[in-house]
Protein backbone atom coordinates (compact mmCIF):
# COMPACT_ATOMS: atom_id res chain seq x y z
CA UNK A 1 0.00 0.00 0.00
CA UNK A 2 1.26 3.85 -1.03
CA UNK A 3 0.42 6.47 0.97
CA UNK A 4 0.97 10.11 -0.27
CA UNK A 5 0.41 13.11 1.60
CA UNK A 6 0.30 16.50 0.43
CA UNK A 7 1.36 19.71 1.78
CA UNK A 8 2.15 23.76 1.09
CA UNK A 9 -0.71 25.39 -0.28
CA UNK A 10 -2.04 28.56 0.27
CA UNK A 11 -2.86 32.09 -0.52
CA UNK A 12 -0.60 34.21 -3.41
CA UNK A 13 -0.64 36.94 -5.64
CA UNK A 14 -0.55 36.04 -9.25
CA UNK A 15 2.80 36.32 -10.14
CA UNK A 16 3.87 34.88 -7.06
CA UNK A 17 4.91 31.34 -6.30
CA UNK A 18 4.73 28.38 -4.10
CA UNK A 19 6.62 24.78 -3.81
CA UNK A 20 3.95 21.79 -3.00
CA UNK A 21 5.02 18.40 -1.36
CA UNK A 22 3.99 14.89 -1.73
CA UNK A 23 5.90 12.67 0.85
CA UNK A 24 5.06 9.17 -0.47
CA UNK A 25 5.52 6.10 2.18
CA UNK A 26 4.82 2.04 2.25
CA UNK A 27 5.56 0.29 -0.83
CA UNK A 28 7.79 2.85 -2.94
CA UNK A 29 9.13 0.38 -4.71
CA UNK A 30 5.31 -0.45 -6.75
CA UNK A 31 5.37 3.09 -7.70
CA UNK A 32 6.66 4.23 -11.73
CA UNK A 33 5.23 7.42 -11.70
CA UNK A 34 3.95 10.11 -9.61
CA UNK A 35 1.41 12.78 -10.66
CA UNK A 36 0.23 16.20 -9.60
CA UNK A 37 -3.21 16.74 -10.19
CA UNK A 38 -5.96 19.52 -9.48
CA UNK A 39 -9.33 20.32 -9.17
CA UNK A 40 -11.39 23.65 -9.47
CA UNK A 41 -14.76 23.89 -8.33
CA UNK A 42 -17.08 23.22 -10.92
CA UNK A 43 -14.25 21.64 -12.67
CA UNK A 44 -13.08 18.09 -13.61
CA UNK A 45 -10.08 17.21 -12.04
CA UNK A 46 -6.89 17.52 -14.24
CA UNK A 47 -3.41 15.89 -14.71
CA UNK A 48 -0.86 18.65 -14.17
CA UNK A 49 2.60 16.62 -14.18
CA UNK A 50 4.23 13.64 -13.63
CA UNK A 51 7.25 12.24 -13.01
CA UNK A 52 8.24 8.76 -13.29
CA UNK A 53 11.08 6.61 -11.12
CA UNK A 54 13.65 7.56 -14.09
CA UNK A 55 13.10 11.25 -13.35
CA UNK A 56 11.06 12.07 -16.84
CA UNK A 57 8.69 14.77 -16.28
CA UNK A 58 5.46 15.59 -18.30
CA UNK A 59 3.22 18.80 -18.34
CA UNK A 60 0.19 19.70 -19.17
CA UNK A 61 0.42 22.60 -21.71
CA UNK A 62 -1.41 25.60 -19.21
CA UNK A 63 1.48 24.91 -16.72
CA UNK A 64 4.27 24.66 -19.04
CA UNK A 65 7.38 26.75 -18.57
CA UNK A 66 6.08 27.71 -15.14
CA UNK A 67 5.65 24.79 -13.25
CA UNK A 68 8.33 22.60 -12.30
CA UNK A 69 7.87 19.20 -10.99
CA UNK A 70 10.90 16.98 -8.73
CA UNK A 71 11.64 14.22 -6.61
CA UNK A 72 14.16 13.53 -3.67
CA UNK A 73 14.55 9.90 -3.65
CA UNK A 74 16.54 10.51 -0.07
CA UNK A 75 12.82 12.15 1.59
CA UNK A 76 10.61 9.93 -0.69
CA UNK A 77 9.34 13.06 -1.33
CA UNK A 78 7.73 14.80 -5.14
CA UNK A 79 7.32 18.28 -5.25
CA UNK A 80 5.65 20.97 -7.51
CA UNK A 81 7.39 24.46 -7.99
CA UNK A 82 5.11 26.53 -9.36
CA UNK A 83 6.29 30.35 -10.37
CA UNK A 84 4.38 33.04 -12.21
CA UNK A 85 0.99 32.11 -10.74
CA UNK A 86 -2.29 32.61 -11.98
CA UNK A 87 -5.71 33.39 -10.96
CA UNK A 88 -6.90 30.50 -12.74
CA UNK A 89 -4.29 28.24 -11.04
CA UNK A 90 -6.60 28.25 -8.04
CA UNK A 91 -7.76 24.41 -7.09
CA UNK A 92 -7.00 22.29 -4.93
CA UNK A 93 -3.91 19.82 -5.53
CA UNK A 94 -3.52 16.27 -5.12
CA UNK A 95 -0.53 14.38 -5.91
CA UNK A 96 -1.40 10.60 -7.02
CA UNK A 97 0.14 7.92 -8.73
CA UNK A 98 -1.77 6.61 -11.85
CA UNK A 99 -2.70 3.30 -10.18
CA UNK A 100 -4.54 4.53 -7.17
CA UNK A 101 -6.35 7.10 -9.08
CA UNK A 102 -7.88 4.88 -11.29
CA UNK A 103 -8.87 2.84 -8.24
CA UNK A 104 -10.36 6.47 -6.86
CA UNK A 105 -8.24 6.41 -3.71
CA UNK A 106 -7.51 10.41 -3.19
CA UNK A 107 -6.16 12.42 -0.48
CA UNK A 108 -6.98 15.43 1.03
CA UNK A 109 -5.08 17.32 -1.01
CA UNK A 110 -3.86 21.05 -0.14
CA UNK A 111 -5.50 23.99 -1.36
CA UNK A 112 -3.93 26.97 -3.48
CA UNK A 113 -5.53 30.05 -4.22
CA UNK A 114 -4.28 32.39 -6.80
CA UNK A 115 -5.83 36.19 -6.01
CA UNK A 116 -5.71 39.00 -8.04
Known amino acids: QVQLVESGGGLVQAGGSLRLSCAVS????????VGWYRQAPGKQRELVAT???????NYADSVKGRFTISRDNVKNTVYLQMNSLKVEDTAVYYC??????????WGQGTQVTVSS
Open 96 to 105: NTPTLGLKGS
Open 26 to 33: GSIFTINA
Open 51 to 57: ITTRGST
